[in-house]
């Protein structure tokens, strides 16, 4: 039985972009320090405005979302919001499939978000596909995934093997 396993970073260029674009003001003003001669108050204010999108550029570099899956269930962190491993066991899902979805429109964008009209919660990252779990409390997960074939392929063996024993859809 193969597993599945994927981590996924935040490394779309336009989000550096942005983040860069955030910090270039105040280090610009911060370089300009002498010819402008601020006064200490000042100074500081630049220094925090510089730092605070700094450590958020850290953030997001380090930021990842690790999912892993197997025959006992759904493995999944969003470092490092997640101080340990959430975890599905499969007994816990009455659907499970891979699906298309739309970041902006569904969730209102990427991270740990919670979609409008009962979609659930979603963990993404980037792109657009993601494994949908509906779970027996009533409750909708989505996890994103980079790797949607795979997990397809995983859910037909775990289905095959008779260790899912919830309704798992085929994409259309």
Do not use: C
Request: glycine share 8%; no cysteine.
């Amino acid at each position: 039985m193969n597993n599945f396993s994927e981590v996924q970073k935040f490394r779309q260029w336009w989000l550096w972009v942005l983040l860069a674009g955030v910090l270039v003001v105040p280090v610009t003003l911060a370089f300009y320090h002498n010819g402008f001669k601020y006064s200490p108050d000042v100074m500081n204010e630049i220094l925090i405005g510089a730092i605070v999108p700094l450590v958020i550029m850290i953030l997001f570099y380090i930021m990842q979302l690790r999912t892993k899956i197997d025959e006992k269930g759904i493995y999944y962190r969003f470092f490092p919001i997640h101080f340990q491993v959430l975890v599905i066991s499969w007994d816990e899902v009455t659907k499970a499939y891979v699906r298309q979805y739309s970041p902006i429109l569904d969730y209102g964008g990427w991270g740990i978000r919670y979609g409008l009209g009962g979609k659930g919660k979603a963990y993404n990252v980037s792109g657009n596909m993601g494994l949908q779990l509906e779970l027996n409390t009533g409750k909708k997960i989505l996890i994103g995934s980079q790797q949607p074939n795979e997990l397809n392929e995983l859910l037909d063996q775990l289905v095959k093997a008779k260790i899912i024993k919830a309704e798992v859809r085929k994409p259309v």
